[in-house]
């Protein structure tokens, strides 16, 4: 399968602080990438669905002005959760693919978000 | 609404034993189906999935699953359970749509008795 890295993968903040997250996919050109939050003990839910030079597109009851994603390139995306709260203390799995193949979507080993 | 229901969100299996993990979906039209297992602070690793083809498809570790269009069904096997099958996975859906968002299951905590 395809090599996906995130960055970092765990970070304790501050409340009010803002957080980037990096996903890149190391071996292969992700036309599309989808954003997860996984909340403890449940399944993932897409946050977001960028493809590459355009903007995202959020899925009911994400904020989007909290929740920034960059898809500046086929192998970097950032996800920036800012002025971050307790609630959005999380597991956010980062998951490239090509549009148009949709079972190649890949899955990064995910960044746990702490926020104090 | 296009759906995928685990039943049961905990399993318990003896180590040797068979393992069984259901899962039912719901599309309109043959879905793209997957498993996935997630390990404690980890991303998903992709067990197996089924595009199209036969029907019966096999992954790693010793896992399998059959697709059955009549029952709208992809439950997970596999003959014999090895503790370090303990694991939370994932049944998941791309709709027959093709709008390549993968709908996932709510997960089923496989734990392995001794």
């Known amino acids: 399968g395809a090599v996906v890295s995130q960055h970092p993968s765990r970070v304790i903040c501050k409340s009010g602080t803002s957080v980037k997250i990096e996903c890149r996919s190391l071996?292969?050109?992700?036309?599309?990438m989808f954003w997860y939050r996984q909340f403890p003990k449940q399944s993932l839910m897409l946050m977001a669905t960028?493809?590459?030079?355009?903007?995202?597109?959020?899925e009911q009851g994400v904020e989007k002005d909290k929740f920034l994603i960059n898809h500046a390139s086929l192998t970097l995306s950032t996800l920036t959760v800012t002025s971050a709260h307790p609630e959005d203390s999380s597991f956010y799995i980062c998951?490239?693919?090509?549009?148009?193949?949709?079972?190649?979507?890949?899955f990064g080993p995910g960044t746990r978000l702490t926020v104090l | 609404a296009q759906s995928v229901t685990q039943l049961g969100s905990h399993v318990s299996v003896s180590e040797g034993a068979l393992v069984l993990l259901r899962c039912n979906y719901s599309?309109?039209?043959?879905?793209?189906l997957f498993w996935y297992v997630q390990y404690p602070n980890q991303g998903l690793q992709l067990l197996l999935k089924?595009?199209?083809?036969?029907?019966l498809v096999k992954g790693i570790n010793g896992f399998e699953a059959e697709f059955k269009k009549s029952e709208t069904s992809f439950h997970l096997t596999k003959p014999s359970a090895h503790m370090s099958d303990a694991a939370e996975y994932f049944c998941a859906v791309i709709p027959g749509n093709r709008d390549d968002k993968i709908i996932f299951g709510k997960g089923t905590r496989l734990h392995i008795l001794p």
């Open positions: 089924y595009t199209t083809g036969a029907t």
């Open positions: 071996d292969f050109q992700a036309t599309t």
């Open positions: 998951s490239p693919t090509l549009a148009g193949v949709p079972d190649t979507q890949y």
């Open positions: 599309s309109s039209v043959p879905p793209y």
């Open positions: 960028s493809n590459e030079g355009s903007k995202a597109t959020y």
